[in-house]
Nanobody
Framework: VQLQASGGGLVQAGGSLTLSCAAS????????RAWFRQAPGNDREFVAA???????YYADSVKGRFTISRGGARNTVYLQMNSLKPEDTAVYYC???????????????????WGKGTQVTVSS
C-alpha cells in the first residue's frame, strides 16, 4: 500500500484546513484508514479513523471540530479540520490497515502502512 498525504500548511487559530490522503494497493489493506499526528517531543497520537462503512472514530481532542471522510479518486481519505487551535500543530500522518478491531483503531502500532507526514502549523 502506498499512501500520499497532502494539504498541510500554516493557518491562524480558528481557521480551517483539509488534508488529503491518496492510496493505492490491495483493497483489503485499506479497509481501516486513519490519521495520526505527532508534535515535537510527543508520541504519535490518534486523530480519526474510518473502518469500512462503519461510523467514524475520533479522538476526544478533535471531536466536533474534525471530520474524516472518503471520496474522490485513488481511494482518497480526507480530514477536514475546523476551529483549529495552536495545540493542533503537528505533523499529520495518514495510515492504512486491514480491518482492525475496535480496540486497535486508536493504536499506532496496529497499522502496517504509513504515508509521509504533512506539517500543520496553527498560529495563535
Amino acid at each position: 500500500v502506498q499512501l500520499q498525504a497532502s494539504g498541510g500548511g500554516l493557518v491562524q487559530a480558528g481557521g480551517s484546513l483539509t488534508l488529503s490522503c491518496a492510496a493505492s494497493g490491495p483493497t483489503d489493506s485499506m479497509i481501516t484508514r486513519a490519521w495520526f499526528r505527532q508534535a515535537p517531543g510527543n508520541d504519535r497520537e490518534f486523530v480519526a479513523a474510518l473502518r469500512g462503512s462503519d461510523r467514524p472514530y475520533y479522538a476526544d481532542s478533535v471531536k466536533g471540530r474534525f471530520t474524516i471522510s472518503r471520496g474522490g479518486a485513488r481511494n482518497t481519505v480526507y480530514l477536514q479540520m475546523n476551529s483549529l487551535k495552536p495545540e493542533d500543530t503537528a505533523v499529520y500522518y495518514c495510515t492504512s490497515n486491514r480491518r482492525l478491531a475496535n480496540s486497535g483503531i486508536p493504536i499506532f502500532g496496529a497499522y502496517a502502512y504509513w504515508g509521509k507526514g504533512t506539517q500543520v502549523t496553527v498560529s495563535s
